[in-house]
């Protein structure tokens, strides 16, 4: 952020200095107003198609570092540091950037904490600025194409990656994790899913969706003899690489809706994951329906489902229609009388079991909760959180027993989300939440 914006800020002020006179100035805007939307359009339409990853954006910054060359050199005038450095500085500069990336992916850097990862390129950008200060076309020339090389190393180096795709919503990539023996997959830089390698856990539900985590709990009892109809369709909003199709019962009818046609083709080809496959083979009648969510769901039939499981809720961009009165209304129109909505609310960014929870109040439904916050993270099994919603007493009632509970009042007061108003910000979890 830092980096676009020192760019921006070089890139308007050549653009002030070429300004017209007053009479032109129409058509000065105009101009400006049309580089805008041709970059735009560049970036939503045509980027996707062209490469498989986020590349366009530190491209464009190291392209613009390399004609910040022909920027006035009042713009990086810093007297103090003219005389003292020497012309050699360059070479330097751009050999500890470029050594700086490639640690960042060796293994003993990648296993700091995010934040100490994060001080490498904060210190190869302060080499930037200090460089920068010496004044010089082939110093800066020199730190364009170093920065061209960074992206380049960057893109490139990125062991255990077997597979890359982007559309409009975003990138999708899947990767090989050889410590645990894992394949992972990720949507942007959250992870989505995973699956073991070992032949004999191929298929096992494990991350967010181990048997002994919230969601193993909740539908090993709805599947149970106990609960009523264990046998009854089970809508997923939200597919990922299909790991909730391995609860999945012969016979029993799970409706996955997905938006995102290349994580469909991910999750149905079991040359990476197997849930869905290892799902048809035990019998289990999986369908899969292209497109947005609710808008699906709201074909299927009233009173249809036993479990309405909402799994799209894990990343920084949350479907915030998902998550509205309207949209209540709906799921449990689907919904059995006797039947459960599920939320995974798993996020490191917002919290929304407050706004859940104003939801239910709203239609008197109980709600409860459950996270395993507290377990040290194992092999194969990470930390969730879930939010349920019941009006079946036995069910709310078993829960209970399992440790599911009710959530607390909050501090502040959640306005209802509807079709008209939503505030993700008031959600946000911050050092003071």
Avoid at 62 to 85: C, G, H, I, M, Q
Avoid at 244 to 269: C, H, S, W
Wanted: proline share 6%; aromatic share 10%.
């Amino acid at each position: 952020l830092v980096a676009l914006l020192v760019t921006c800020l070089a890139f308007h002020m050549r653009l002030a200095e070429d300004r017209p006179k007053a009479n032109h100035l129409t058509r000065f805007y105009l101009m400006v107003s049309a580089g805008g939307m041709i970059g735009s359009s560049i970036n939503t339409f045509l980027a996707p198609l062209i490469f498989d990853a986020w590349i366009e954006y530190p491209l464009v910054l190291a392209l613009a570092v390399a004609s910040l060359t022909n920027l006035p050199d009042r713009f990086f005038s810093l007297p103090s540091y003219k005389s003292k450095l020497p012309k050699a500085i360059w070479p330097v500069v751009t050999m500890t950037m470029l050594l700086l990336v490639i640690s960042i992916k060796l293994p003993i850097v990648s296993s700091l904490e995010p934040h100490w990862r994060i001080l490498l390129p904060l210190f190869s950008g302060l080499a930037v600025v200090l460089a920068m200060a010496g004044n010089t076309t082939q110093l800066r020339a020199g730190l364009g194409v170093a920065l061209s090389f960074m992206v380049l190393l960057v893109y490139n180096l990125e062991p255990g990656t077997v597979y890359r795709a982007r559309n409009f919503f975003g990138c999708l990539k899947i990767s090989v994790d050889r410590q645990e023996n894992l394949l992972q997959f990720f949507h942007g830089i959250t992870i989505h899913g995973m699956e073991s390698l070992d032949p004999e856990l191929r298929g096992k539900p494990v991350s967010y969706f181990h048997p002994r985590g919230p969601i193993g709990e909740l539908t090993s009892y709805l599947n149970s003899k106990n609960a009523p109809h264990p046998q009854d369709p089970v809508a997923v909003v939200g597919l990922g690489c299909g790991t909730l199709a391995a609860y999945g019962k012969a016979g029993q009818k799970m409706v996955f809706y997905e938006i995102n046609r290349d994580v469909i083709d991910v999750a149905g080809d079991p040359l990476y994951f197997t849930y869905l496959y290892e799902a048809k083979k035990r019998g289990v009648n999986t369908e899969i329906i292209e497109g947005d969510g609710r808008l699906n769901l709201a074909k299927a039939p009233y009173n249809y489902y036993k479990l309405i499981i909402l799994d799209a809720f894990n990343s920084d961009s949350i479907p915030t229609h998902l998550l509205t009165r309207e949209a209540l209304d709906l799921y449990l129109s689907k919904l059995k009388p006797e039947g459960v909505i599920a939320f995974q609310v798993t996020n490191n960014y917002y919290n929304l079991k407050p706004l859940i929870k104003a939801l239910a109040k709203s239609r008197e439904l109980p709600v409860l909760y459950r996270n395993d916050y507290d377990i040290a993270r194992e092999k194969r099994r990470y930390p969730t959180e879930w939010v349920v919603m019941t009006r079946n007493q036995i069910t709310l009632d078993k829960l209970s027993e399992l440790g599911w509970k009710e959530i607390g009042a909050g501090k502040d007061k959640i306005r209802l989300w509807t079709d008209d108003y939503s505030n993700p910000i008031k959600l946000l979890i911050t050092p003071f939440s």
